[in-house]
């Protein structure tokens, strides 16, 4: 894995937690994008060689819907940027991780995406991420 990409955090209404982070970070999120398969709409900061993304639900059965119901605004998942996310996904399930999703898809920002069941992280929801080439 070759650094933190990103830290999610789910949120209940995007809009005011822009105008929140973008006070604090000091810079306006660089994109906002919805990502209709996975019911969320999300908006990206940079911080330095880092990221945060923030989160909203757009249905009700969204799985950003079932955090905030859980558990309220908070960290959501963090995420990986790794180099070859198939290899890794062989990788983690040999060590006894178990894989939401063995298929990557298509996330935000750009982004084949594969999530780790917190259940096998301490609680941590996991994301790995890597770039989707432009030919894919
Ligand atoms: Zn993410």
Not at 15 to 28: C, D, H, I, M, P
Not at 89 to 96: A, T
Not at 100 to 121: I, M, S, Y
């Amino acid at each position: 894995m070759n650094k933190i990409e990103h830290l999610g955090i789910a949120v209940k209404n995007l809009e005011v937690s822009n105008t929140l982070f973008e006070k604090l970070l000091g810079v306006a999120p660089y994109k906002t994008e919805e990502v209709a398969s996975e019911g969320v709409k999300t908006s990206f900061f940079k911080t330095g060689e880092s990221k945060i993304e923030l989160l909203e639900a757009t249905t009700n059965d969204s799985t950003i819907a079932k955090f905030i119901d859980k558990k309220g605004e908070g960290i959501h998942h963090i995420a990986f940027e790794v180099g070859d996310i198939q290899a890794e996904v062989e990788r983690l399930k040999d060590e006894g991780f178990t894989i939401l999703n063995e298929t990557p898809k298509r996330g935000a920002d750009n982004k084949w995406v594969v999530f780790l069941h917190p259940k096998t992280t301490n609680g941590v929801l996991v994301e790995l991420c890597q770039e989707i080439d432009k030919n894919e």
